[in-house]
């Protein structure tokens, strides 16, 4: 069965505490990854779209990479305004149209 | 500015009544997607439409229909609410059939009593 799976579930950080969230995902046909960050109460905000095993996003304080199996966003020095639940999302290829399975996240709070 | 706008942000309604939740985007995108959040279960895709009067079923529509009569609006109905339906509901859009990101709107925490 085609998943996504997220780990931890949850994190909590002091500020500047550099750490690693994990997406995991088996999928038959990956034709791309992405990173969305959701505040309490709001839509997901897109961050990142990775297509190919080897590939690196950076954004600030964020980096995604990504393997055949699995994609990281690594938090370096992260500060309070970076808590957040972060999802991950693969889209595959299927026969008459692409899927997108969302992760179910990982809070991630970060304490001053 | 990119936007996706819904209708309410929050909706209380009493078991079967007929819902309807309101999506508006103003990128000119082709798709757009009705996806429902519930604690520990993630976003789960209700309906979604590649273009203008077209839409297919997601993993969990029943008890749902959606209407997309015009490109930059798509409407989600519950056409006999149940407290099982009680969710936050979100709504997104996508420039097209490839590999694009989603863009969300605000969404609306609707309550089922």
């Known amino acids: 069965e085609d998943q996504v799976t997220q780990s931890p579930e949850a994190l909590r950080l002091q500020e500047g505490e550099s750490s690693s969230l994990n997406c995991s995902y088996t999928v038959s046909g990956l034709r791309g990854l992405f990173w969305y960050r959701q505040d309490p109460g709001k839509g997901p905000e897109f961050l990142f779209t990775l297509y190919s095993a080897g590939e690196e996003k950076e954004k600030e304080r964020l980096k995604a990479t990504l393997t055949k199996k699995e994609s990281f966003l690594h938090i370096t020095a992260p500060k309070p305004e970076d808590s957040a639940t972060y999802l991950c999302?693969?889209?595959?290829?299927?026969?008459?149209?692409?899927?997108?399975?969302f992760g179910p996240g990982t809070s991630l709070s970060v304490i001053p | 500015d990119v936007k996706v706008t819904q209708s309410s942000r929050y909706l209380v309604k009493r078991t079967g009544e007929k819902v309807f939740l309101e999506c508006v985007q103003d990128?000119?995108?082709?798709?757009m997607f009705w996806y429902r959040q519930d604690p520990g279960l993630g976003l789960r895709l209700i309906y979604f439409s590649y273009d203008v009067k077209m839409k297919e079923k997601g993993d969990i529509p029943e008890g749902y229909s959606v209407s997309r009569e015009k490109k930059e609006r798509f409407s989600l109905i519950l056409e006999s609410a149940s407290t099982n339906q009680t969710s936050m509901y979100l709504c997104?859009?996508?420039?097209?059939?490839?590999?694009?990101?989603?863009?969300f709107g605000p969404g609306t925490r609707l309550t089922v009593t």
């Open positions: 990128m000119d995108h082709e798709n």
């Open positions: 997104a859009s996508r420039h097209g059939t490839g590999v694009y990101e989603q863009y």
């Open positions: 999302a693969v889209q595959e290829r299927k026969t008459s149209y692409d899927k997108v399975i």
